[in-house]
């Protein structure tokens, strides 16, 4: 795991723009399709903005997220509407979009559909990961019904997780998919989120999910 500590968070979010477009770049000169996750929250919209406006073969790029919350496209805490409103546009308007969410009560009742669209589009080559000051990755929250499937060797490729407190019920990458990426990168702010990281560097991933996922990542952090 390597640390880039950046003095603003401007730059932060226009270098990773600038790594990712150049991770892009390199897989797609071996690779027809190429696959990036990424994460929703609160975090990584700079980062869609600067990314949608690289010229690139967008329409040899499949995007999925790293996690969506149970809520349709047109619901405030929707992942996909931010992941379409400001990264599936512009330039990248031609990229594929893999939605992780389906009009149903629950995701068990549409997951098998949800996860055979995927197929085509596995492994991701590029994963962008956010973090919460409580370690959770994607949607990989510590004390969820849901994590102990997600962190198992053999994972499904999609989890669904809930967790008292939490608004929604979520689905998730599985560690191992997201772990698995070529590519991985984790964008986070503030001090509270670099503690964390620090301390989770020491705990098991059952206690630190992003502990999951932090071999060979690269880590941006800014003081937010
Ligand atoms: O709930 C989520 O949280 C994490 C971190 O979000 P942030 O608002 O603190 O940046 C995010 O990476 C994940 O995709 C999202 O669903």
Redesign the pocket.
């Known amino acids: 795991m390597k640390i880039i500590e950046y003095p603003d968070t401007d730059i932060m979010m226009m270098d990773v723009a600038n790594v990712l477009a150049e991770d892009l770049s390199e897989a797609l000169h071996t690779k027809d399709r190429v696959t990036l996750a990424v994460?929703?929250?609160?975090?990584?919209g700079p980062v869609f903005d600067a990314l949608s406006a690289v010229d690139l073969p967008w329409e040899r790029v499949d995007v999925m997220?790293?996690?969506?919350?149970w809520v349709p496209e047109d619901h405030e805490r929707s992942?996909t509407a931010l992941v379409k409103a400001r990264l599936v546009t512009n330039r990248a308007v031609g990229a594929r979009f893999f939605p992780f969410f389906a009009p149903a009560e629950k995701p068990e009742d549409v997951l098998a559909d949800i996860e055979a669209a995927l197929i085509g589009a596995m492994p991701v080559d590029i994963a962008v990961?956010?973090?919460?000051a409580d370690m959770?990755?994607?949607?990989l929250f510590p004390d969820s019904d849901g994590l102990e499937a997600a962190l198992a060797a053999d994972a499904p490729v999609l989890v669904p997780v809930r967790k008292a407190g939490l608004p929604d019920v979520?689905v998730t990458l599985s560690a191992r998919v997201l772990d698995g990426a070529m590519r991985k990168h984790v964008l986070i702010k503030g001090d509270d989120k670099k503690e964390a990281l620090v301390q989770a560097r020491g705990l098991s991933p059952r206690e630190a999910p992003i502990k999951a996922v932090l071999d060979g990542a690269q880590i941006h952090w800014s003081k937010g």
């Open positions: 994460p929703g929250g609160t975090t990584p997220l790293t996690d969506e919350r992942n990961l956010g973090m919460g959770h990755t994607a949607s979520r």
